[in-house]
């Protein structure tokens, strides 16, 4: 194994994220001995253009593809310049290997390739649920969470054992933030900055009625899809004049209130029941929906009653980034990992739990 | 009723809790708190004579969820508990019996299970063991009594006891669908290990074994008895029932990692105990197969 980077006091990654519709390039700096626990983690730079498609619509693969090779190059000089650092100063190139869209993951893989051949540097293909997860700890100082990671495509309740991150409840069909994201489009609400953004806000103004959905929690994972359609179809019974259980109207804020109060309900019943069957009392929340308010306090809610805490990190961190690539991937590199320019494809399968935690103990 | 993995733990945390009102009245002994499960507290009490012990199982309200939600799932999940475990407790499985309860105030008295959690006792057992376990040390024992058809059969004596257990789980998991019910949240924490006592072992396994191989089993002799009924619901559809059978797979192989390769024997055993386990076992593929899929977009 090459150990001459475990032996560099100062060690720095550029990672390139794009799975989805966020193209993200960010810049870490790790300082100190490799797993030493006094290392150091600091952002140097972390830079995202996101690709917005018009209400009522969720973003193509075509299109975000498209969008995510235009950008690359502007979003990298930003990165780069934003970090004041040099070429020379980078010891590998990070690159989402999957999971995520074909076509979006495919064009920033060519392009970290390009940046690879180009500069003379090593290649780290990095799992996008392991970035999410470890860009969390290092933020927030959680020790051994466990963690609820939940975005567009992805909805996990995740515990580390035994040098794997392992899922022990998830979605059984859609993940929540496709969900939300989906009954945004019904409604006809705005894509920017992010459907669930603007359904948190519209959900704010809701609360005076909850309206009947299904709740459809099955051992320590969850279905969202029975959900979405029942929501649908209030939406529609809504559009017609439709009364609701109090006989009264009902508004698209109340629509929205209450399909967040029962799908992060179930969310925070199959992470406290995780937290219960591992034992532990810290909770992370990562990905797009993680920056959820009512979310997070929900889950603050049921971690103090079990005598524990919270972690949680804002827009920055939990959105799709290029920063939290370049930590995992840089975490990988210094424990030996390579990914040779022949083998440096990128997969829209990629499992968690297929990944080896080198770096932990 | 998910089961702590500390016991221990048990009178200091009487206190930290408001009881529920039914744990206010005067009584004979102090109840104490056994665990803070996912789902609620349970409580050890006695039900109408100070020498019976039960298990009163409380869901508290939960602050984090709508209180329309609250009390709504509370309420029935409750409810439903209380059917099935008397479903089950007619038709022969093993579960505790259901001695009171009030569905609107969120609790319930369960019959006493004496023993540790499954859970426990596979890793105990796996604890006092070699890392390398198939380096096994031949001990002259190969007409053992290992049940025809057990998967793991080749892995040999020492993994035995274990093997056994994985049978009697499987055994138990079959009797429930049987029954037309399926768990909804069955793991290692939801299987309690009930001690044989002096009654002598009902299938005869580690009867007749040498003393040192005695010991090392002991933690993992018992009956297999279901507990937390809080998500099981009465059903018969293979859908179902294969993913009661994935959610324990998936358990076991994130609890347990180092036996995930013997789960085969708790379906093999579940296979002889269920006449309609082919179909469930084939949906499990099915299932397993969805699982897998699962991982699409970031």
């Known amino acids: 194994m090459d150990n001459t980077i475990a032996k560099k006091k100062r060690r720095i990654a550029l990672g390139c994220e794009g799975s989805a519709n966020k193209l993200g390039i960010g810049v870490i700096l790790h300082e100190g001995d490799v797993g030493s626990p006094l290392a150091t983690a600091t952002v140097l730079s972390n830079v995202r253009h996101t690709f917005v498609s018009p209400p009522g619509t969720g973003f193509l693969p075509k299109d975000t593809a498209r969008h995510h090779r235009s950008f690359f190059v502007r979003v990298a000089k930003q990165a780069l310049s934003d970090a004041g650092i040099s070429i020379a100063d980078i010891d590998c190139i990070c690159y989402t290997k999957g999971p995520g869209m074909g076509a979006p993951l495919t064009s920033v893989a060519v392009a970290a390739r390009t940046l690879a051949l180009l500069w003379d540097k090593e290649l780290v293909g990095v799992n996008h649920c392991v970035g999410h997860i470890e860009m969390g700890r290092a933020i927030t100082g959680a020790a ?101 259980p109090d006989g009264e109207p009902f508004t698209p804020a109340d629509l929205c209130f209450s399909l967040q109060e029962t799908v992060f309900a179930m969310l925070v019943e199959i992470t406290e029941r995780a937290m219960a069957h591992v034992g532990s009392s810290q909770v992370l929340i990562v990905g797009g929906v993680g920056c959820n308010e009512r979310l997070q306090e929900m889950m603050g809610a049921m971690a103090a009653d079990r005598g524990g805490s919270v972690y949680a990190t804002d827009e920055r961190f939990c959105i799709d980034n290029g920063i939290m690539i370049a930590h995992a991937g840089l975490l990988a590199y210094e424990t030996g990992f390579r990914t040779p320019i022949n083998e440096s494809t990128c997969t829209q399968r990629f499992r968690t739990d297929e990944v080896l935690v080198k770096w932990r103990k | 009723m998910a089961t702590s993995s500390s016991p221990s733990e048990t009178p200091t945390q009487s206190q930290q809790f408001p009881l529920p009102k039914v744990l206010t009245y005067p009584a004979s002994a102090p109840p104490t708190l056994i665990t803070q499960g996912a789902e609620g507290r349970l409580y050890k009490t006695t039900h109408l004579t100070p020498d019976r012990p039960c298990a009163l199982k409380y869901r508290p309200p939960k602050a984090y969820r709508h209180p329309i939600l609250d009390a709504r799932l509370t309420k029935a999940r409750l409810s439903s508990e209380a059917k099935v475990l008397e479903r089950c407790w007619r038709e022969g499985v093993p579960v505790p019996a259901v001695y009171a309860m009030d569905p609107a105030a969120g609790w319930m008295m369960l019959e006493w299970i004496e023993g540790v959690p499954v ?19 031949d001990q002259g024992q190969q007409d053992k009594d290992i049940p025809p058809g057990a998967g793991e059969a080749a892995a040999g004596e020492e993994e035995a006891p274990l093997v056994n257990l994985m049978r009697r789980i499987g055994t138990v ?16 924490s939801n299987m309690m290990l009930r001690p044989w006592g002096e009654k002598g072992q ?38 179902d029932r294969a993913v009661d059978l994935y959610v324990l797979e998936r358990a076991f192989a994130s609890t347990h990692p180092r036996a995930e390769r013997l789960f085969t024997t708790v379906l093999d055993s579940y296979r002889e105990a269920f006449k309609k386990a082919p179909s469930v076992l084939a949906k499990l593929e099915d299932v397993r197969m969805r699982g897998r899929k699962r991982s699409m977009l970031g």
Not at chain 1, 147 to 158: A, D, F
Not at chain 1, 169 to 188: K, M, P, S, W, Y
Not at chain 1, 195 to 205: D, R, S, V
Not at chain 2, 173 to 188: E, F, K, M, S
């Open chain 1, 144 to 244: 051994h969470p466990v963690v609820l990671y939940v975005s567009g495509g992805n909805t996990q309740v995740i515990a580390y054992a035994e040098q794997r991150y392992r899922i022990f409840g998830e979605t059984l069909d859609i993940a929540v933030g496709n969900c939300l994201d989906r009954f945004a489009r019904t409604l006809g609400i705005s894509n920017d900055p992010a459907p669930g953004y603007n359904i948190e806000q519209l959900a704010k103004q809701g609360g005076r009625v909850l309206l009947d959905l299904p709740y459809a929690v099955k051992g320590m994972d969850c279905s969202f899809s029975g959900i979405l359609t029942r929501a649908d179809e209030l939406a529609a019974h809504m559009k017609a004049g439709g009364v609701g």
């Open chain 2, 119 to 137: 859970r426990m006792a596979i890793n105990e057992w796996l604890g006092e063991r070699p890392e390398e376990e198939e380096e096994e040390e």
């Open chain 2, 173 to 188: 998991v079959g009797a429930l669908h049987r029954t037309g019910v399926v768990h909804g949240d069955l793991t290692t």
């Open chain 2, 202 to 239: 009902p299938n005869g396994c580690a009867a007749s074994e040498e003393d040192q191989d005695k010991q090392k089993g002991k933690v993992l002799e018992g009956d297999v008895v279901l507990i937390d009924f809080g998500l099981a619901t009465q059903s018969m559809s293979d859908e």
